[in-house]
């Protein structure tokens, strides 16, 4: 870590969860826009690889082994990033671990498991967060979260009751935060699937290879959203086509939406492909197989940029260009009932 006087201080952000996967993507992109970073995860291998992209880029960083499930881990987490790099800026919930399989099928173990880190885990992350900020009246946390937060599908039931739990949660504190006159924020990123390490290290009951349900997107581009965010906070941001049409189509159809996850959502999860790489499962230590970095095993498949991710990236060119399209209908129609009443 290089010495920086105070009045240089750089933002520092924390992510939970970021040796890998979207994490470590979003540890790159903070990075790259000159941000301190604090990665909290448990894998040493993967905190070292983090740490390591952040100070070929420039900024500091550290690597604190933590298992989010642990309330105390995190404060002690929390406190040393503030003793090391300074007040925490932005804090990013991140971290996950899954159990893919029917619920009965799935050990209760696994089942709580599962649900204190990808719950309970952003519990403890907002909790450290809020404490330190909220006096200060300054600050922003961001969960990650997923279209699974707001419609559950087969043989993830312990990650997309997590999911929506994160909603509700994020929903309560955020009504506090804004009935207390408070500055600081909270916002949620709901993410579509991604080319990430979980689909490898996942524990799996499953006849086949994990998969993300396409379309696949890549961790960078979902990485630059939850970073766009970091730095102009909105209250929710969706991101990806398929993000977009899962939500407002359960809002639609919820009953069609079961039918059909009924009939796709077994098949849609799983590769049948021998050669797909898989690691031991990382739900109560980590996999310890070296450093995963960020993307999984379909990068064959997986879209670097789509017109929605450009769209929510770029707002102000979005808005003016529907609002140019929109008068040019109007004129256009106006000038067609001219002529027609004519
Ligand atoms: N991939 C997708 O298709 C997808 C879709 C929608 C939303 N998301 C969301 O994106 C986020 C990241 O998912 P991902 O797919 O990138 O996962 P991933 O590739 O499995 O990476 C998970 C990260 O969390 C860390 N982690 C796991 N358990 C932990 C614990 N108990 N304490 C601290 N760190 C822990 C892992 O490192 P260690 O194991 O070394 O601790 C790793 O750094 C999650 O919030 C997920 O809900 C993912």
């Known amino acids: 870590m290089s010495n920086e006087k105070k009045s240089e201080r750089r933002r520092v952000a924390v992510v939970t969860g970021g040796s890998a996967g979207l994490g470590r993507a979003i540890v790159r992109e903070f ?11 448990r894998g040493r291998e993967g905190l070292d690889g983090a740490v390591r992209d952040v100070e070929r880029i420039g900024p500091r960083a550290i690597g604190i082994e933590t298992d989010v499930a642990d309330r105390k881990a ?16 932005v804090w990013v919930n991140d971290a996950m671990v899954g159990v893919f399989g029917e619920f009965l099928d799935t050990d209760p173990d696994d089942f709580e498991r599962a649900v204190s880190v990808d719950f309970l885990g952003f519990v403890n992350g907002t909790r450290a ?20 937060g707001h419609r559950g599908i087969p043989l993830q039931a312990a990650y997309c009751s997590s999911k929506h739990a994160i909603k509700g949660f994020t929903e309560s504190v955020l009504t ?15 993410m579509p699937a991604m080319n990430t390490v979980q689909f490898n290290w996942v524990k799996s009951s499953l006849p086949k290879h994990a998969q993300p349900v396409p379309p696949i997107y890549q961790p960078e581009i979902c990485a630059k959203v939850v970073v766009d965010v970091a730095e ?6 969706w991101v990806g086509e398929s993000t977009v ?36 499962p990382n739900l109560y ?5 070296g450093d995963q970095g960020a993307h999984g095993a379909f990068d064959d498949r997986s879209m670097r940029i ?15 260009a529907a609002a140019a399209a929109a008068a040019t209908a109007a004129a256009a129609t106006a000038g067609a009932l001219r002529r027609a009443t004519r």
């Open 129 to 148: 967060a809020l404490s330190r900020m909220k006096p200060r009246n300054r600050g922003g946390v961001v969960q990650v979260g997923s279209a699974l």
């Open 31 to 41: 990075a790259e826009r000159g941000w301190d970073v604090a990665i909290l995860a």
């Open 232 to 237: 102009r906070p909105r209250r929710r941001t």
């Open 176 to 190: 506090e935060l804004l009935h207390d006159g408070s500055a600081v924020t909270l916002s949620e990123v709901d």
């Open 245 to 280: 049409f899962t939500i407002i189509g359960n809002r639609l159809g919820t009953r069609v939406a079961d039918w059909y996850l009924a009939k796709s959502g077994y098949s849609g999860q799983q590769d049948g492909d021998p050669g797909l790489p898989t690691l031991r």
């Open 306 to 320: 789509t017109p929605q991710t450009w769209a929510i990236r770029h707002r102000s060119t979005t808005y003016f």
């Open 74 to 89: 995190v404060e002690a987490a929390a406190d040393q990033v503030e003793r090391e790099l300074g007040e925490i800026d």
């Open 285 to 289: 230590e980590p996999s310890n197989q």
